[in-house]
């Protein structure tokens, strides 16, 4: 398994926002969570990333627990993740985004980088390649040298999954990607969604274009009240009369 | 590709070639312009530069104000101070010892103090810097209490110790370059990149794989040395420390330079240095004028260009500029 | 022998707190109205000494039209500090308040120098300087009117920011300025009420106390600090806190006064400042921010 979760419980003093949730993922696998607004999805995607710490329960991802853990460690375990909203660093170029995903895989202390020493310049440049191969890789590698605040909201994604697919994580978390797109970009999501797969990384993603949704993920879990509902083929799903009844009907647009 | 971008893939030559040119500039002077005064304010400019600097890293990088380079500086002048009189160390060799005070110090302090948000770690630095003038003040008998130590040995090269303002001139100035240089560079390299980065968002950052905490104390040291490298070339040029050097009032006035050269910009803090050392020298008058001047000039400023008064200058003819051709 | 010593430690401690819990609860309402730490806000203590000092003390003046100007005098620097701190408010980060409000004070500083001097000033106690003994302890008359004056300034703030309509606008306004807006209360005076108010609670310190403690042009910074650290220590924001910080710290520097030299007094106060911002970010009452940072809310759940 690729990310097993077991009996996780998220409390905020009397607030359970999660509780007794546990599922898995395969490696390579494309899955879905969904659920209604205040199910729980964000935070469960908190836990996981180290942003939160569980209150019970344990994550493991590829046999090693991370729950609990400081988000820089869990990072450096092999999560990566996008944002709602795109967390780009808008003081910085495109380039220098993506640069930033590969960042902990180069040497260079501040006494190197400092004095200029020749080999920070090699690894500045294996930074570099690393960085455009992946700006090429979502697309965007024409505007490497644009600054990312001067992106529309579709593009910053692209940014965020180029950064994301630089760390060379093994497992990403995207919430909500499809958020704010039209037809037209939320099809080349889609797309860029299953060529992620394709380079073997695991995905895991929140949304609630159900269209997208289901056209992509091998499977979906359906959270509610901070519970697991269901889990299963998007098929079973769209089938499930608890799932039906939660949603009151599951609709395609966000 | 033009040289210019050619340059732009290798910041460290870029930034080798721009401080080799200004150096060489700098070393010309006094060749060119012969001996005078304004060579003591020129050492003055080299000196004070240090601490300006080193703000402007912490700041224009980690988007952090400290006011604990005042008491850097302090320690740095004291430490040396009192290695070179008391212990008879050589000068040059002081300066170094007296850095690892200044790490352990800044690593101590920076370790706590820099998971705080703006103005608390104001207050917290504040604090501190309080703090060090007391135990300067109070413990006479390391320090020379509210009279200071004099007689400071001069710095020296191979033996010589320096005698007149041209032979500091020449000793100080490639020394500011050099720091200027590491500071550029830093800033270029990939920790400036990550340092910019966790300015913006340090939960993101993390996400990343990089350990924010260790990157704001690593360039709080580096900000705190350049102060202190500062502060102990300032005691073995004027030959002696009082409480007053390193106080409060002067972690302000550089706090001045930035205002006027650019929070974020190196460069800048080089002209600002020089901009306060001329109002120093012919426009600040007594205590109470320069504190009137400066108060105002720093509400002044903040309130029209909030990033420094420099770029915010430098915005208005750009854009001024492309207006005529639009 | 320790009786008497309790007391007097009692008493001075109740003395330096009131001033320090007038600076401190000066600092969270504005705080609470801005989210801003005034630097300056020791200067609302210099002037009012400064002014009282020179008008009734040197010039003879009558003692409550001293007091009248002194706080005239305040409350219109007050109003000028509201105004350069909050002016282009979206554009100005908050180090850049920080700074402009460290600009304000040292440019304060400076012309109090000039307007006076710089040597230390005051003026004769409101009702003489026989000591009143309590129990073999001595305590000055003065000491009484800092405590007394103190505890009306704060209780009627408190009463104030209770049961009037001004001062339920100013809580609105410190818990959520936009919903304020929305709900008519105007921001932009309440927050000028809230410098005013703190101006006048410091300038008060400034009046009772200088008869005791003297009061020179530079001595406003180091009261702000001891300021920031009282209510740090209470919780930031919280006027209950502050006071409570207050006393806490005239308490920790009566104490090292008494046993310890006195030439060390400001080293626990500052070394509680650290302690605190480690430790204890909320404070002991706990205050309306968090200091500290800690990771936000990336999304709704």
């Keep these: 398994m690729m990310l097993a979760v077991s009996s996780l419980e998220k409390r905020f003093g009397g607030l359970v926002a999660l509780k007794d949730v546990h599922f898995s993922v395969t490696p390579g696998q494309v899955k879905a969570v969904i659920g209604p607004n205040g199910a729980g999805k964000t935070t469960l995607f908190n836990l996981i990333a180290g942003t939160l710490k569980p209150t019970a329960g344990d994550i493991r991802l590829d046999g090693e627990t991370i729950a609990g853990l400081p988000a820089p460690r869990i990072g450096m375990a092999g999560v990566a993740r996008t944002f709602q909203q795109p967390q780009v660093f808008a003081s910085l170029t495109i380039l220098e985004n993506a640069m930033l995903g590969g960042h902990r895989y180069h040497r260079g202390g501040f006494l190197a980088c400092g004095l200029g020493l020749k080999h920070t310049k090699r690894e500045e440049d294996k930074l570099r390649e690393r960085a455009e191969q992946w700006l090429a890789f979502a697309g965007i590698a024409d505007i490497a040298h644009r600054n990312a605040s001067e992106l529309p909201l579709g593009q910053q994604r692209y940014v965020e999954i180029a950064r994301a697919m630089a760390t060379g994580s093994k497992l990403i978390l995207m919430d909500e990607p499809a958020a704010g797109l039209d037809d037209t970009e939320t099809r080349e999501l889609a797309d860029m969604v299953r060529a992620i797969s394709d380079t073997g990384t695991t995905v895991l993603l929140i949304d609630h274009h159900m269209d997208f949704v289901m056209s992509l993920a091998d499977e979906v879990l359906v959270l509610n009240f901070g519970q697991r509902l269901a889990e299963g083929t998007p098929h079973e799903i769209q089938k499930s009369q608890l799932v039906i009844d939660a949603y009151l009907g599951i609709d395609d647009d966000a | 590709m033009s040289v210019f971008a050619k340059l732009n893939n290798h910041p460290v030559r870029r930034n080798t070639i721009q401080v080799g040119l200004f150096l060489i500039s700098m070393l010309l002077v006094p060749v060119i312009f012969g001996p005078g005064y304004y060579l003591n304010m020129m050492i003055f400019i080299a000196v004070l530069a240090l601490p300006a600097l080193g703000l402007s890293l ?224 012919y426009a600040l008058g007594f205590a109470d004028y320069k504190k009137i001047i400066l108060g105002v000039t720093l509400i002044a400023v903040m309130l029209v260009f909030p990033r420094g008064l420099l770029p915010g200058l430098i915005d208005l003819v750009r854009n001024r500029r492309f207006a005529r051709t639009a | 022998m320790i009786l008497v010593d309790l007391i007097q430690i009692v008493m001075t401690t109740l003395t330096v707190g009131s001033m320090y819990a007038l600076v401190a609860v000066g600092v969270s309402l504005i705080y609470n109205a801005t989210g801003v730490i ?264």
Aim: net charge neutral; proline share 4%.
């Design chain 2, 58 to 281: 912490l700041s224009g990088l980690a988007g952090q104000l400290a006011i604990s380079h005042g008491a850097f500086f302090a320690i740095g002048a004291y430490g040396s101070a009192i290695l070179s009189t008391r212990a008879g160390v050589n000068p040059v060799l002081s300066t170094l010892l007296a850095q690892l005070l200044v790490i352990a110090i800044a690593a101590g302090i920076g370790a706590v103090v820099l998971r705080l948000r703006s103005h608390y770690l104001a207050i917290a630095t504040l604090s501190f810097a309080i703090i060090v003038e007391l135990v300067i003040e109070e413990w006479r008998g390391m320090t020379g209490g509210m009279q200071g130590m004099l007689g400071i040995p001069p710095i020296g090269l191979f033996g010589h110790e320096a005698s007149s303002d041209i032979q500091f001139y020449y000793i100080y100035w490639p020394v500011t370059a050099l720091m200027l240089l590491f500071a550029l560079n830093l800033s270029s390299s990939r920790i400036g990149r990550a340092l910019r980065a966790i300015r913006e968002g340090e939960p993101v950052v993390s996400s990343l794989g990089i350990h924010a905490a260790e990157y704001k104390t690593g360039i709080y040291v580096v900000s705190s040395v350049f102060a202190g490298v500062g502060g102990a070339l300032y005691a073995h040029f004027v030959g002696f420390v009082t409480p007053a050097t390193g106080s409060i009032m002067f972690a302000i006035e550089i706090i001045m330079v930035l205002a006027l050269g650019g929070f974020d910009r190196l460069w800048g803090a080089l002209v600002g240095v020089a901009l306060i050392t001329l109002l120093n020298e």
């Design chain 3, 38 to 301: 005034n630097f300056a806000q020791g200067e609302f203590v210099m002037l009012s000494g400064m002014t009282v000092a020179s008008l009734y003390g040197n010039m003879g003046w009558p003692l409550p039209a001293a007091i009248a100007v002194a706080l005239a005098i305040v409350v219109i620097y007050a109003a000028f500090l509201m105004l350069i701190t909050t002016a282009f408010a979206a554009r100005i980060s908050l180090i850049g308040v920080l700074i402009i409000t460290i600009g304000a004070s040292i440019a304060t500083q400076g012309t109090a120098a000039r307007i006076w001097d710089s040597d230390t000033h005051r003026f004769p106690p409101f009702s003489g300087d026989a000591p009143i003994r309590i129990l073999d302890a001595t305590i000055t008359p003065q000491a009484l009117w800092i405590i007394v004056v103190s505890t009306v300034c704060v209780a009627g703030l408190i009463w104030f920011m209770r049961s009037t309509i001004a001062g339920k606008a100013m809580r609105a306004c410190a818990l959520d300025p936009a919903a304020a807006t929305m709900v008519g209360i105007p921001v932009r005076s309440t927050i000028l009420l809230s410098f005013m108010l703190s101006g006048l609670l410091g300038a008060a310190g400034g009046i009772v106390t200088t008869p005791l403690t003297t009061i020179d042009a530079n001595g406003g910074m180091l009261l702000a600090i001891k300021g920031f650290t009282a209510a740090m220590l209470g919780g930031m924001g919280s006027i209950p806190g502050a006071l409570l910080g207050a006393l806490l710290i005239a308490l920790v520097e009566t104490t090292t006064v008494t046993f310890a030299s006195g030439a060390y007094k400001e080293l626990p106060t500052f070394t509680i400042i650290i302690l605190v911002l480690l430790f204890l970010p909320r404070g002991l009452v706990g205050g309306r921010h968090e200091t500290g940072l800690h990771h936000d809310d990336l999304t709704r759940t």
